[in-house]
């Protein structure tokens, strides 16, 4: 039985690297990217909104979107999926989160120190000379589509970005090499809630399996890394994943 066979290889694995996407927040009630339904990009054109071009153009869209986004994640909280990957800390020896979500939930939920690979919705920077800035206060949530004037930087006036990685844009490098260095070195890498479609993040489960670690994938839908996949989870990550921290370590 698949669960079965997934519990054994975490009971037996020395360092275990969790790779999450917008799938685990689901169930928070975060809305992912390209599921048909309840994409955030089935409302609104990804190219229009996640790109520095696009915030170039039109500043307060872009800001809007972004603003949005964060003060829904203020009124949501870590489900079980977060819950228990944080639980995982306290049974393997080595334990790596790295999450391409911009939202705060497994530190909420109690992951320590996840490697944010696309920055986060609260580190907010100056688009001119790079200082952070400090967050907008109020937490009255701007309507869906409504557009919201970025800030100025107070030191040089420059817009306000959000903290997070647009495509075309590098990740933060101390991030992505020890993104690799632990999926290089682990013996199992569990890929959650991700369709594996964005690069170079996509290549971190691939990285693993080369370097002979097996890996776990839940997903309720096929991905391109079905095959990569020694065991495949089938289905929802707040439903599956406490059954299978429970299943290695009852
Ligand atoms: C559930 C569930 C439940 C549902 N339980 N699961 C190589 C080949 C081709 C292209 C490229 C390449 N290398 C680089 C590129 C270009 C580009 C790229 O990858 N494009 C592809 C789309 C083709 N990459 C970049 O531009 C990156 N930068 C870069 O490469 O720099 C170097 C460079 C610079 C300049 C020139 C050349 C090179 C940057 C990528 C940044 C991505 N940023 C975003 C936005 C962040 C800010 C924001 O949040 O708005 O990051 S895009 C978006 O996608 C976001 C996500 O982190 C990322 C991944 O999405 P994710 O998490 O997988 O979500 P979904 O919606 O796709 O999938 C959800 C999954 O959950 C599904 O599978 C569901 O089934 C599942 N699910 N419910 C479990 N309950
Ligand atoms: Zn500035």
Same mark, same amino acid.
């Given at each position: 039985m698949a669960l079965n066979d997934a519990a054994k290889l975490l009971a037996q694995a020395r360092h275990v690297v969790v790779f999450t996407g917008a799938g685990i927040s689901a169930e928070s009630g975060v809305p992912t990217f390209?599921?048909? !339904? @309840? $994409?955030l990009w089935s409302r609104f054109d990804a190219q229009a909104l996640a790109t520095p071009q696009a915030f170039q153009e039109d500043p307060d869209l872009v800001w809007g979107w972004y603003e949005w986004r964060r003060q829904l994640v203020q009124r949501v909280r870590p489900n079980q999926g977060h819950l228990a990957v944080a639980r995982l800390a306290t049974h393997v020896p080595q334990l790596t989160v790295i999450t391409q979500n911009v939202d705060d939930l497994h530190e909420r939920a109690g992951s320590e120190s996840p490697v944010h690979l696309h920055g986060s919705l609260f580190s907010p920077r100056c688009a001119t000379c790079s200082r952070p800035a400090p967050l907008p206060a109020g937490d009255e949530q701007p309507e869906e589509g409504r557009r919201v004037p970025p800030p100025h930087c107070a030191h040089c006036a420059g817009l306000i970005r959000p903290g997070v990685v647009w495509f075309g844009e590098q990740l933060p490098e101390a991030a992505l090499e020890s993104a690799a260095r632990a999926a290089s070195e682990c013996d199992v890498l569990l890929t959650i $809630? @991700?369709? $594996? !479609?964005?690069?170079p993040a996509a290549e971190l489960p691939r990285l693993a399996a080369r370097s002979g670690a097996a890996v776990i994938q839940v997903n309720p839908q096929p991905t391109p890394l079905d095959p990569i996949a020694r065991v495949n989870l089938v289905g929802p990550a707040a439903e599956i994943l406490p059954g299978l921290v429970s299943a290695a370590w009852s």
């Open positions: 390209r599921d048909a !339904l @309840t $994409g $809630g @991700t369709s $594996g !479609l964005v690069y």
